[in-house]
């Protein structure tokens, strides 16, 4: 169970976090929405403990990362697996040696082995034979699936940290990442959550879903909630209008500008 | 007149908020460099360093900087050689420029230039691939894969840096050393033995000592700028430009502050 509590964070007196509270059953995918910029990428990395929060906590099984000793933290670490944004696969490596990096780093298996797992996690992603290429050479979508199959190479992982995994798709290719989101999270029984302003995605992947917006989580609910909600700010995202409350200071200024 | 006086007040108010805020981020930037160097030197003593990586390391710092390394250092040779002579022969006194050259080459300008291009060359690098990194999120999936980044990225850099250095130095030495020869024994009539002789009779230990103790701290200058530079990157390809530049631009004037304090520090203490 990963529990986070009235955690804040700013960055140069700019509040990105602001006392959020949120808490994600063991086995359960949660997405996150929200607008680009909101701060559902720091809150994915208050999770895994790569920002450090200002007040509040995050509790994983009754750890607290944000208090755990850097060693400790490795330790929770290695039953976490991360998708970034851009993949960020290490590009002075094979795709083989991305995807086997932690099981290289921390296992004392053997370099057959270690073979075996990364062919294993790329057929997974159903990716074969790519393993001597260097990530330079990968589309996009195949970048992202790289990067899944880094996350999830190694048995012990339990929870898994989707950072916008369909952005930059074509649909396609963002419902193929889809499918292997719900397949991983079906066969491994893995706890899931995912940051995305795509809501074909979001519905699609979901088990709850949970909004941010200014810094806190206006609305917690299942894709079905969610989707007949009366709030008028979740409304005006999830069927992405320009014009509702989210925006209205801001159309309002864009308005006046031209009239001048 | 009030509201004149009043406006240099605030004026002068600015200036001092201004100058104490550059002070308090000089202090954060030092501090940052202490605590990355410290964190360094803690991760290669914890735990062994990845060989591989190391070896790399070494190849793009030392071997593939000889070349610069020889070329700056033999044309310095030369021209110190030709300089001194056009001084000295005015004091009937070219028997001294071996010595010079020598002295010169040994305790300051081995060090110093070799120091200068490695900054311009590796420092450079070091820091706009970290940048990258940093910026493309690598270091954060380093961290998300459980390593440290220190270890895996700093520590190799920076113990390859530590050992090429005063390596490159002592080349640089030698064939700069070799550049006044060829000017002084083909050009100057000094004779070929007596340039050697009388480079030896200046020549000491201790000369090619302290430069190389000098070399070993312009390594971890190096290494230390360049890497904190790099991880402390944000704002795209502009902001790996920017840290590549800084990296370089403090390496460079940090170097040139050591070099004068380790100098004074030679002649007044130990001398």
Request: positive net charge; aromatic residues 8%; hydrophobic residues 50%.
């Amino acid at each position: 169970m990963i529990e986070i509590k009235k955690l804040c964070k700013s960055f140069d007196n700019v509040k990105v976090l602001d006392n959020i509270s949120l808490t994600i059953k063991t086995g359960e995918t949660m997405v996150v929405i929200g607008r680009s910029g909101v701060g559902k990428s720091v809150l994915l990395k208050h999770i895994i403990g790569i920002l450090a929060p200002d007040s509040g906590e995050v509790v994983i099984d009754g750890k607290n990362v944000s208090r755990l000793r850097q060693d400790e933290l490795n330790e929770v670490r290695l039953e976490m697996g991360m998708l970034f944004q851009g993949a960020a696969l290490f590009d002075s490596m094979t795709v083989g040696e991305n995807v086997g990096f932690l099981l290289r780093e921390h296992t004392d298996l053997s370099k057959e082995e270690i073979e075996k797992k990364v062919k294993e996690s790329l057929a997974i992603i159903g990716l074969r034979g790519i393993e001597n290429l260097m990530p330079v050479s990968l589309s996009g979508g195949m970048k992202k699936r790289v990067g899944l199959a880094r996350a999830i190479c190694s048995e012990s992982v339990k929870i898994v940290l989707y950072d916008e995994p369909t952005t930059g798709l074509d649909p396609i290719m963002g419902d193929a990442i889809n499918n292997l989101i719900i397949s991983l999270h079906d066969k491994l029984k893995i706890t899931s959550v995912a940051v995305t302003h795509d809501m074909v995605s979001a519905y699609k992947i979901a088990d709850r879903i949970a909004m941010l917006y200014k810094g806190e989580i206006i609305a917690v609910g299942t894709p079905d909630e969610i989707k007949n909600t009366a709030d008028p700010f979740v409304r005006q995202f999830i069927t992405g209008a320009a014009r509702g409350p989210i925006t209205e200071g801001k159309a309002l200024k864009e308005f006046k500008l031209k009239e001048v | 007149m009030k509201t004149r006086s009043g406006f240099r007040r605030k004026n002068l108010e600015i200036t001092f908020i201004l100058l104490g805020r550059r002070f308090i981020s000089a202090l954060f930037y030092l501090g940052g460099i202490s605590l990355l160097f410290l964190r360094t030197l803690a991760s290669i003593f914890r735990r062994f360093v990845r060989k591989r990586q190391l070896l790399d390391q070494l190849n793009k710092v030392g071997v593939n900087s000889i070349l610069i390394v020889f070329l700056v250092t033999i044309f310095t040779g030369i021209v110190l050689a030709l300089q001194s002579a056009y001084a000295f022969k005015k004091f009937d006194a070219a028997i001294f420029i071996p010595g010079m050259v020598a002295l010169s080459m040994t305790r300051e300008l081995g060090p110093v230039l070799t120091a200068l291009i490695i900054a311009g060359r590796v420092g450079a690098s070091m820091t706009a691939e970290i940048g990258t990194m940093k910026v493309t999120e690598q270091i954060d999936a380093l961290e998300s894969l459980a390593s440290d980044p220190v270890s895996f990225l700093v520590s190799p850099r920076f113990l390859a840096l530590l050992i090429a250095m005063p390596l490159l130095t002592i080349c640089g030495d030698f064939v700069g050393m070799l550049g006044g020869y060829m000017v002084g024994a083909w050009k100057l009539s000094i004779g070929s033995t007596m340039y050697i002789n009388k480079t030896f009779e200046a020549l000491v230990y201790k000369d090619v000592f302290t430069g190389l103790i000098k070399s070993v701290f312009f390594a971890m200058i190096i290494a230390v700028v360049s890497c904190y530079e790099g991880m402390r990157t944000s704002g795209g390809a502009e902001g790996v430009g920017k840290s590549t530049t800084t990296s370089v631009v403090v390496s460079f004037v940090l170097i040139l502050t050591f070099d004068c304090f380790f100098t004074a520090l030679f002649y007044f203490v130990f001398e």
